[in-house]
């Protein structure tokens, strides 16, 4: 099953903060971030392992409630160059070494001078 | 030093037509991928080894064809091209399959006339 993420999109001013979150039905071994510029490669921000970790990327952290199946990515004092199409990856905790990640659909966040 | 390298960057055929597209790795990891990436962005898991075997085999078409001739190397063979095969394909590698980073490489475009 398929982590919804929301918003779908998101437009900021450059210095605005924003939240982007990510749901799953199922229970969760780990929660990873992804950001993907237009044109480019999906590059990796980070990995969530443990309920109620936070983990921090420059201005960039996440969240992850274990219990609550969400991870939460949080952008602040954004940049111009954070613009890009976030995403997250799930990996469902299921018996078996196949752990795969399963993808949203992304978030676009365009920021603006 | 490029990490995942895919070759070709841009691949137009018509259909009907086989094609491969290449991926090689320099970073002594394990694990290998093949996504395709649609006009609406979602990253679809095709393909996945580890250690030159076939661990995650999603439903696609069997015209499509992976083959790992070793750890660094994945490529990706498609029979009789047709126009919904149109589509970003990603090549990626980790170090293990579970909670690591997965590294993308740049993307190979394929267009279907």
């Known amino acids: 099953q398929q982590p919804v993420q929301s918003p779908q999109a998101v437009i900021l001013r450059e210095g605005e903060d924003a939240v982007i979150n990510c749901s799953s039905s199922k229970a969760l071994y780990s929660v990873h971030w992804y950001r993907q510029k237009h044109g480019e490669a999906p590059v990796f921000l980070m990995i969530?392992?443990?309920g109620g970790e936070q983990k921090g990327h420059e201005k960039i952290s996440a969240s992850f409630n274990e219990k609550k199946q969400q991870s939460s990515l949080y952008l602040t004092a954004s940049q111009l160059s954070y613009s890009g199409t976030y995403f997250c990856?799930?990996?469902?905790?299921?018996?078996?070494?196949?752990?795969?990640?399963?993808w949203g659909l992304g978030t676009s966040l365009a920021v603006n001078p | 030093d490029t990490a995942v390298s895919q070759t070709p960057k841009y691949l137009v055929t018509q259909m009907g037509n086989d094609k491969s597209i290449k991926c090689e790795q320099n970073l002594g990891h394990d694990t290998m991928y093949w996504y395709k990436q649609d006009s609406k962005k979602f990253l679809k898991i095709m393909f996945s080894y580890n250690n030159k075997e076939l661990i995650i085999n999603e439903t696609v078409p069997n015209r499509f064809s992976p083959k790992s001739p070793d750890k660094a190397h994945l490529n990706l063979h498609i029979n009789s091209l047709e126009l919904g095969d149109s589509a970003v394909y990603f090549c990626a590698s980790s170090q293990g399959y579970s909670n690591q980073p997965q590294h993308f490489g740049d993307g190979t475009r394929l267009s279907i006339l």
């Open positions: 969530l392992l443990k």
């Open positions: 990856g799930t990996e469902p905790l299921i018996a078996g070494n196949n752990r795969k990640l399963i």
